[in-house]
């Protein structure tokens, strides 16, 4: 497996949890971005941050001041910090592998991993 997500679980209105998935060494250095989407039942699948190979990160507008997009090159992990989670957060959270350098559309992941639960309670 490529990717592989951990850290998600359950989490209070207003608590964090950090997210990572661990890549694998393919990829070293063969990745234009990298981001974590999410999808809530019933819903599409939405983009919610990304990190391009200069490092520049890009936040959709609810993500922004609340998460916080990493990748660390030496242990090959893409971390999501998470804030201030709010119930509608409460989704299934995938990192991917895109292949433009912006990565925030689903439709330019190539690689997917599992995804890793995240359930907000009220």
């Known amino acids: 497996v490529d990717l592989v997500e951990s850290g998600g679980g359950e989490a209070e209105t207003g608590g964090s949890l950090t997210l990572s998935c661990a890549v694998s060494?393919?990829?070293?250095?063969?990745?234009?971005?990298m981001g974590w989407f999410r999808q809530a039942p019933g819903k599409e699948r939405e983009a919610v941050a990304s990190?391009?190979?200069?490092?520049?990160?890009r936040y959709q507008d609810f993500a922004e001041g609340r998460f916080t997009i990493a990748y660390d090159n030496l242990n090959l992990a893409l971390s999501l910090e998470m804030n201030s989670l709010k119930p509608e957060d409460t989704a299934t959270y995938y990192c991917?592998?895109?292949?433009?350098?912006?990565?925030?559309?689903?439709?330019?992941?190539?690689?997917w991993g599992l995804g890793t639960q995240v359930t907000v309670s009220s």
């Open positions: 990190v391009d190979k200069s490092g520049r990160t």
């Open positions: 060494r393919f990829f070293n250095n063969r990745w234009p971005s």
């Open positions: 991917a592998i895109c292949g433009d350098d912006y990565c925030v559309s689903r439709y330019a992941a190539d690689y």
